[in-house]
């Protein structure tokens, strides 16, 4: 199916890593990414994977891509209050449809 | 200055009415989307025009009518509102470039059916 799974809910504490999981769908996607949204906002990029990268690191995100196990994580440091949010993985088919499938996304609380 | 804008932010109406929700980009892409939020945050594509040209069409009912007159605008007509049309309904657009096809998002539209 189309399904793009995350688990629902991480909490963390202010300072402490977060790890938020994702597994896709399409093997064939070639980008894949990561955002964000704030209570009563729109979707925001946070960043993206090329498939052929393992890694990729932009200050305090981290991107992880197993492309064998299809799993896509998103490594935040010194986490802070104002990461609350919700976090969306996403898959973009690269037919002709364009289609940008989601994730269920997963709600990030960071404790004081 | 905004990228991606859709008015009205926020739209409460009668069952039985019929609303519309305009999208607007400024950012040049060949792609633009509707997609629908609902009440446990889900996300699901609706519609996706290429260049004017519908491409996707999910299995939305035929009340919702999307039209794009040109490339920049994307608008959205919902025909016979059902209370299960409450939901937050966000624009997006994309254009294939060096990073990808990325997807740039409007603030959304609460639309709120009574």
């Known amino acids: 199916g189309e399904d793009v799974e995350q688990s629902l809910f991480l909490s963390v504490r202010e300072g402490d890593s977060s790890v938020i999981n994702c597994t896709y769908t399409?093997?064939?996607?070639?980008?894949l990414y990561w955002y964000k949204q704030e209570p009563g906002a729109g979707l925001q990029l946070l960043t993206y994977?090329?498939?052929?990268?393992d890694m990729k690191q932009d200050q305090r995100l981290t991107v992880l891509l197993n492309k064998k196990d299809k799993h896509l994580s998103l490594r935040i440091a010194d986490t802070q209050t104002g990461d609350s949010a919700i976090y969306f993985c996403?898959?973009?088919?690269?037919?002709?449809?364009?289609?940008?499938?989601f994730g269920s996304g997963t709600r990030l609380l960071v404790r004081p | 200055d905004t990228a991606v804008s859709q008015t009205p932010k926020y739209l409460v109406t009668q069952m039985g009415n019929d609303k519309s929700i305009k999208c607007e980009q400024n950012?040049?892409?060949?792609?633009m989307y509707w997609y629908k939020q609902d009440s446990k945050k889900f996300l699901k594509i609706m519609f996706s025009?290429?260049?004017?040209?519908?491409?996707i069409n999910e299995t939305v009912p035929n009340r919702f009518s999307p039209k794009s007159p040109d490339k920049a605008h994307l608008n959205l007509h919902i025909n016979s509102l059902e209370l299960g049309d409450s939901a937050v309904y966000f624009c997006?657009?994309?254009?294939?470039?060096?990073?990808?096809?990325?997807?740039?998002f409007g603030q959304g539209t609460r639309l709120t059916v009574v």
């Open positions: 997006a657009s994309s254009q294939r470039g060096r990073q990808g096809r990325q997807a740039f």
């Open positions: 399409d093997s064939s996607s070639t980008y």
């Open positions: 994977i090329f498939s052929n990268m």
């Open positions: 996403a898959e973009i088919r690269e037919d002709s449809s364009y289609k940008l499938i």
């Open positions: 950012l040049g892409h060949d792609t």
């Open positions: 025009y290429n260049n004017k040209e519908l491409i």
